[in-house]
Nanobody, 123 residues
Framework: QVQLEESGGGLVQAGGSLRLSCAAS????????MGWFRQAPGKEREFVAA????????YYANSVKGRFTISRNNAKNTVYLQMNSLIPEDTAVYYC????????????????WGQGTPVTVSS
């Protein structure tokens, strides 16, 4: 089991940056793939980015590629999402997710979830 807690959300102007953090409990963090999803009001939860545990390979949604960067620090049991060049369409609650075997875009395939941290981008 792993428990996840996100932080770092807030209000930012368009063009600005934020860094989200997700702290994980448990001694086996390094063996979990980690991901970020987001959910805007009235919309379904959508994949943002993921990073594998074994080779550090990263995956991004087309909508954030080139603007967002996912990274992890296994010594700190933490995964990050650096968000640059933010646009109002990035406004959503951002969720951290973990799974032993899946790095894909389907939210129902990820086993563990945090409570989310809200991000608001003003125009």
């Amino acid at each position: 089991q792993v428990q996840l807690e996100e932080s770092g959300g807030g209000l930012v102007q368009a063009g600005g940056s934020l860094r989200l953090s997700c702290a994980a409990s448990g001694r086996t963090f390094s063996s979990y793939h980690m991901g970020w999803f987001r959910q805007a009001p009235g919309k379904e939860r959508e994949f943002v980015a993921a990073i594998s545990w074994n080779d550090g390979r990263t995956y991004y949604a087309n909508s954030v590629k080139g603007r967002f960067t996912i990274s992890r620090n296994n010594a700190k049991n933490t995964v990050y999402l650096q968000m640059n060049s933010l646009i109002p369409e990035d406004t959503a609650v951002y969720y951290c997710a973990a799974d032993h075997s899946y790095t894909g875009t389907l939210s129902n395939r990820w086993d563990y979830w945090g409570q989310g941290t809200p991000v608001t981008v003003s125009s």
